[in-house]
């Protein structure tokens, strides 16, 4: 009998810390990227991520607009980590924030965002546009919602969205990430983890403009490497200080400081990467035309603006009634 409960208890012990702790894949040597898809089969999948973004292969979008739900809240207890292969940040109280619309079906719950960097700030970032890399870039996870949780959704091709974000150098500091790097110098260790001091709000650490960025379909960064990522790379990055990025590159691995922690880029094989512009850049533009500007044009411009991609009744019965009005106006 004691034979068995000690039995059980060591094998408790020596999964638990593999399975939660995940030190079996690195960035370097033997288990680096080359060598994650001897364990992980997925990880030599044909839709895998990071890729790099051919500018001029994109094709042009205009899809429904996002809406960030709880964005702009002031999240308490919000929980900083280090799990000794980035930093994870956390939202215990619900609800979280949540997204839909852009190239999404249904709605998207905040699981956790984490970041990628490199030893300098020549590269760092996973995504490339164009072939540049980007210093560090955030990657905002959330799963969908009919599966319930973040284990569950890995098991659909269309369980998660990462919305992603660029960084680029500034000479002055980004005061809503003070917080941040403050709660890093509390964790440099591996397997630690702090509260937040202050309250936290998503879009105070987000770029000003979340209308254009890319989609495309790909997978997890990281083993498992599962292909079920649907990608939005927001194309303005968010600008902050060399020292606030400097302030990553302190947090420690098991095997010491984490310098880089991000994934070469894959082949893009036969996808194809979209890339939204503005719905309502088009519409404004109508409404600002002169010639077009009558009264009853104006209610007509508007709803097409807010409807654009969601469905094409709208714009045909809209179209109609602009038809009918212009007829009466003769
Ligand atoms: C950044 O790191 C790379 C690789 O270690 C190195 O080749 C490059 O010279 C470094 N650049 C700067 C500006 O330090
Ligand atoms: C982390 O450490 C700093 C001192 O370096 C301290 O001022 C701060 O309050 C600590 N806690 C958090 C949650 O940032
Ligand atoms: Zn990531």
């Given at each position: 009998?004691?034979l068995?409960?000690s039995?059980?208890?060591a094998l408790?012990?020596?999964?638990v810390p ?8 690195g ?13 992980y089969?997925?990880?030599?999948g044909k ?12 094709k042009?979008?205009?899809l429904p607009?996002i809406?960030?739900i709880g964005f702009?809240d002031?999240i308490?207890?919000?929980h ?10 956390e ?6 924030p949540?997204?839909r619309g852009g190239?999404?079906?249904g709605?998207y719950?905040?699981?956790?965002m ?6 300098n ?5 996973e995504d ?8 560090m870039?955030l990657?905002?996870v959330f799963?969908k919602?009919?599966y ?5 959704a890995?098991k659909?091709?269309d369980?998660?969205t ?6 680029e150098?500034?000479?002055?500091e980004?005061?809503a990430?003070d917080?941040i790097?403050?709660?890093l110098?509390?964790v440099?260790e591996p397997y630690?983890s702090?509260i937040?001091s202050?309250?936290f709000?998503?879009l105070n ?7 254009r960025?890319?989609?495309y379909?790909g997978s997890?960064?990281?083993p498992?490497?599962?292909?079920v ?8 990055p968010v600008r902050?200080?060399?020292?606030q ?7 420690k ?5 984490i ?12 996808r194809?990467v979209?890339?939204?512009?503005d719905?309502?850049?088009?519409s404004y533009?109508?409404i600002?035309d ?6 009853t ?10 409807n654009?991609g ?5 714009s ?8 009918l009005a212009?007829?009466?106006c003769l």
């Amino acid at each position: 009998m004691r034979l068995i409960i000690s039995s059980i208890f060591a094998l408790a012990f020596f999964q638990v810390p593999e399975l939660t702790r995940g030190e079996d894949f690195g960035y370097d040597g033997v288990i680096g990227p080359q060598h994650w898809g001897e364990r992980y089969r997925e990880c030599t999948g044909k839709h895998q991520s990071p890729i790099n973004i051919n500018v001029l292969r994109v094709k042009q979008v205009t899809l429904p607009e996002i809406v960030f739900i709880g964005f702009d809240d002031s999240i308490d207890g919000v929980h900083v980590t280090n799990n000794g292969h980035t930093v994870l940040i956390e939202v215990e109280n619900e609800p979280h924030p949540r997204v839909r619309g852009g190239p999404l079906d249904g709605d998207y719950v905040f699981s956790q965002m984490h970041f990628h960097w490199g030893d300098n700030d020549t590269f760092g970032s996973e995504d490339k546009i164009n072939h540049r890399s980007f210093p560090m870039e955030l990657h905002m996870v959330f799963y969908k919602e009919e599966y319930r949780s973040t284990s569950e959704a890995v098991k659909h091709p269309d369980g998660l969205t990462v919305l992603a974000f660029f960084y680029e150098l500034d000479r002055h500091e980004h005061p809503a990430y003070d917080d941040i790097t403050l709660a890093l110098s509390n964790v440099t260790e591996p397997y630690t983890s702090v509260i937040m001091s202050h309250p936290f709000s998503f879009l105070n650490i987000l770029p000003y403009d979340l209308r254009r960025y890319f989609t495309y379909r790909g997978s997890l960064t990281t083993p498992p490497c599962s292909e079920v990522v649907i990608w939005l790379d927001f194309e303005q990055p968010v600008r902050l200080a060399h020292d606030q990025i400097e302030a990553f590159r302190e947090l420690k691995s098991a095997h010491g400081k984490i310098t880089h922690n991000f994934r070469p880029i894959q082949p893009i094989g036969d996808r194809v990467v979209f890339y939204n512009i503005d719905s309502n850049y088009f519409s404004y533009n109508e409404i600002d035309d002169p010639e077009e500007q009558t009264t009853t044009s104006r209610p007509y411009r508007r709803r097409k603006g807010h409807n654009s991609g969601h469905s094409n009744q709208w714009s045909l019965l809209c179209c109609l009634s602009a038809l009918l009005a212009i007829i009466c106006c003769l």
